[in-house]
């Protein structure tokens, strides 16, 4: 088991639950307030549109955020048991790497210190468990073709080897299907 995997889908997942929750109130902070101008934003100062339009966007974006780390939660947990796959995990950065500056822009927009320290644990949370992009975990390497052929390899030998003790196949032809095999 990849400790470091586990431990980032859990933090992934626990400031998913954060972002859930600070979308929750801006999203309430926009309702009120618009309630307030009884649903019309017609002859309101500036200053109170401002704040409508920086209510929607953060609401928008902790929503966002909280399902890509939502995703990368559960999938740091779901693959934390296995050997990474080189092109999955390939993936999975260019996702984070397309999204992350874009967390770090609309903090600077938003004018909130709190989005932005939440980018951060975010980015943390990823980078705690995600393999090196190089070579896959220390001492679990990306999968390669080889490991996945001769884990077929060791399964057809295992079902061979039953069938010649069960007396289903001679020993000859045992040998003959062993030697297909290692091919």
């Known amino acids: 088991m990849i400790k470091r995997r586990l431990v980032g889908g859990i933090l992934s997942l626990v400031v998913a639950c954060w972002e859930l929750f600070a979308a929750y109130s801006y999203y309430q902070s926009y309702h009120q307030l618009y309630l307030y101008l009884g649903g019309s934003t017609t002859d309101v100062e500036p200053s109170v549109i401002s704040a409508l339009n920086k209510y929607e966007a953060l609401f928008y974006s902790y929503l966002f955020y909280a399902l890509l780390a939502i995703a990368v939660g559960i999938i740091f947990l779901v693959t934390c048991k296995r050997q990474p796959v080189k092109w999955f995990e390939y993936t999975l950065f260019g996702v ?3 999204f992350m500056p874009n967390i770090f822009f609309r903090a ?10 939440t ?25 390669s073709k080889e490991d996945a052929h001769s884990e077929k390899s060791i ?16 020993q ?4 003959q299907e062993k030697k297909k095999i290692w091919k």
Do not use: R, W
Request: with cysteine; charged share 25%.
């Open 108 to 117: 600077s927009n938003a004018d909130t210190g709190l989005f932005a320290f």
């Open 119 to 143: 980018a951060i644990i975010q980015s943390f949370c990823y980078f705690l468990g995600a393999p090196n992009l190089a070579k896959g975990f220390k001492d679990f390497p990306f999968k």
């Open 172 to 175: 000859e032809e045992f040998d």
């Open 155 to 170: 399964d057809k030998l295992t079902k061979l080897k039953e069938l010649l003790d069960s007396g289903a196949i001679t």
């Open 96 to 98: 984070m790497f397309v």
